[in-house]
């Protein structure tokens, strides 16, 4: 089972909305989500900052969020297989797999060690604090 990662343009969702008798969708599997499909809602406050993220239909364990300096990066493999018993012959499946992932960019670090990371109902919740600078050292002219 394979997949065609498209891109679409502007055009191509004009066309695909003013008529929607002529698009036609593969026989077997859709798309994979694209990085935008991922919603995204960042908030901030003084001490750091919340991003709730959507991906639904993925299991717990095949999310992936990395952080560096304040590029957080995330990543989900999509698992979806067919299951076919002797007696049944599969005539369209709707079913993909793959993995698609975002990286977005903060205003300041983040403190990696006190990050946190929840995930419930399709939506991944993420508490990322703040890098405390530290003290202001004052350089010594010679």
Do not use: W
């Amino acid at each position: 089972m394979s997949s065609l990662i498209t891109r679409g343009s502007l055009f191509d969702d004009f066309f695909r909305d003013m008529t929607p008798g002529l698009y036609f969708k593969p026989l077997h599997g859709d798309p994979l989500p694209s990085p935008s499909q991922i919603k995204l809602e960042v908030k901030e406050t003084d001490q750091g900052y919340t991003v709730q993220a959507e991906v639904p239909g993925v299991a717990k364990d095949e999310i992936q969020v990395s952080i560096d300096g304040s590029v957080v990066t995330l990543s989900a493999e999509v698992k979806q297989s067919d299951s076919q018993t002797s007696q049944e012959k599969v005539l369209r499946s709707e079913r993909y797999y793959g993995a698609v992932s975002r990286s977005f960019q903060l205003p300041a670090d983040i403190d990696q060690d006190a990050a946190k990371a929840k995930y419930d109902n399709g939506v991944l919740t993420l508490t990322l604090p703040k890098k405390k600078s530290g003290a202001t050292q004052r350089l010594t002219i010679e």
